[in-house]
């Protein structure tokens, strides 16, 4: 077996990969469930809650067991890194959008790809401060206060920290978690998942 | 020649001053590192091993200088190391974790198959080598990580605690490894183990909080055991002990 294969085995991808999947199935099931083509809100615990799961599945294959020994790696660790998070962030975004097609300027497309950006920002970040097993907790927090916080917020500052419950041309809302994801991508490649002690 | 040259070295852990103005200069052979508890064994191994940085002083591994990437990259190809503690991927078996080790040392892929099978064969693991390593017992556990850390003919084999967990045969085994190892290698040694010490290490050197308190050889530190009143059940335990307890006397360190 290959040494990039040997590393993708080393980082659960193929579990990733399944989860993603049944994730993205899931979502695509409860969609079918809301009658949302009579009312686009509808969608709303479907744009919050699918991207959190994907992200959680992301924040998890970013654990290493052998931590100690990966930091002796001749090759410089931030591409491969960097690499891993936005390609499994892209698939998560492209695999949870069939759930909620149509509609884009409110509950659609852009406002789940959006989410899953900025959720995965959030635990990205969570991984490299607290560790990849709790990394889903941040940001699940964070979802669930707004969504049973922001229905009465409103202003301009609500379209920036209510992001993950605004419409998909909301600017505020892109710009927030565009920065979440930046962020949270450029802190993982340059140091990695906090160690969490020996595994396996 | 010096295949560890360590200048001025400090590195703190958290709070604490780990290693305090450290100046070390290793070449080929086994050297032992002993001391207690904090002394700052691990600190100096996991600097050698370049997966912690110094907070000060200069680190040269075969002639390279660590602080830049291109001088460490090279270091890295040619440096074996086990952790105290490392973790493993619980789904591989020992040659693929063996094989994905040497794929962070960047070996050749088409030398990577005969390499895993060698570095398994030397620990005794031969019979094993397609179990999965959570399946093994601590001590197999322990031996696929010297496999792991011997799988790229290292020059610098850096081991923290090897013989934790394993039984006394395997111990004896290991230490024929390690004199194997150090004929054409610089192989440094952390333990508590006085005796592996004397069986295997070639010399000896004695950290207690952070300096070094002791240097010389396996015979000489036995000798200043067998002049001394000391504590221990051996002469080399009671040069250990003697060696510590002179370092630690009032205005010693300035003399050492």
């Known amino acids: ?200 | 020649m010096s295949s560890i040259r360590v200048t001025g070295l400090r590195v703190r852990h958290r709070k604490t001053l780990a290693l305090d103005s450290l100046d070390l200069v290793l070449g080929t052979g086994v050297h032992g590192l002993l001391g207690p508890n904090g002394a700052g064994k691990t600190s100096l191994i996991r600097v050698l091993a370049t997966v912690a940085r110094p907070d000060a002083g200069r680190v040269e591994l075969l002639g390279q200088d660590t602080a830049g990437h291109r001088g460490l990259a090279g270091v890295r190809r040619r440096l074996g190391y086990l952790p105290q503690e490392f973790g493993y991927y619980p789904g591989f078996t020992v040659r693929e974790f063996v094989a994905y080790v040497a794929w962070l040392k960047e070996m050749p892929a088409a030398d990577v198959p005969a390499a895993v099978e060698r570095a398994v064969a030397r620990v005794g693991l031969a019979d094993r080598i397609d179990a999965k390593v959570r399946t093994l017992s601590g001590g197999m556990v322990r031996r696929v990580g010297i496999a792991q850390a011997v799988v790229n003919d290292p020059a610098v084999l850096l081991l923290d605690e090897p013989t934790a967990g394993l039984d006394p045969e395997q111990r004896v085994e290991f230490r024929e490894l390690l004199r194997a190892l150090g004929a054409s290698a610089t192989v440094v040694v952390s333990t508590h183990l006085v005796e592996d010490v004397a069986a295997a290490c070639t010399e000896v050197t004695l950290l207690d909080a952070g300096r070094i308190a002791y240097r010389g050889t396996p015979e000489a530190l036995t000798r200043l055991g067998e002049v001394s009143e000391g504590p221990g059940d051996h002469p080399i335990e009671r040069g250990y002990t003697a060696a510590l307890r002179a370092h630690r006397a009032p205005g010693a360190r300035e003399a050492v």
């Open chain 1, 1 to 200: 077996m290959t040494g990039p294969l040997l590393y993708a085995r080393s980082r659960a991808l193929p579990a990733t990969l399944a989860a993603l999947a049944g994730t993205a199935a899931f979502a695509l099931w409860a969609a079918g469930r809301l009658d949302a083509y009579l009312d686009p809100d509808r969608r709303v615990p479907i744009v919050a809650l699918a991207p959190l799961l994907a992200s959680a599945v992301i924040g998890a294959s970013l654990y290493s067991a052998s931590d100690e020994l990966d930091r002796t790696a001749v090759h410089r660790w931030w591409p491969r890194r960097l690499g891993q998070l936005t390609a499994l962030t892209a698939l998560a975004a492209l695999l949870v959008v069939p759930a909620v097609l149509g509609h884009a300027d409110t509950f659609g497309p852009p406002a789940v790809i959006r989410n899953t950006l900025g959720c995965t920002g959030v635990t990205a970040t969570a991984a490299v401060l607290l560790g990849a097993r709790l990394s889903w907790l941040p940001a699940f927090a964070y979802v669930t206060a707004v969504y049973l916080g922001s229905s009465a917020a409103r202003g301009r500052a609500a379209t920036v920290w209510a992001w993950p419950m605004q419409p998909g041309a909301q600017p505020g809302a892109w710009a927030a978690a565009l920065a979440a994801f930046t962020l949270g991508a450029a802190l993982y490649a340059a140091r990695g998942a906090r160690p969490e002690g020996v595994g396996g």
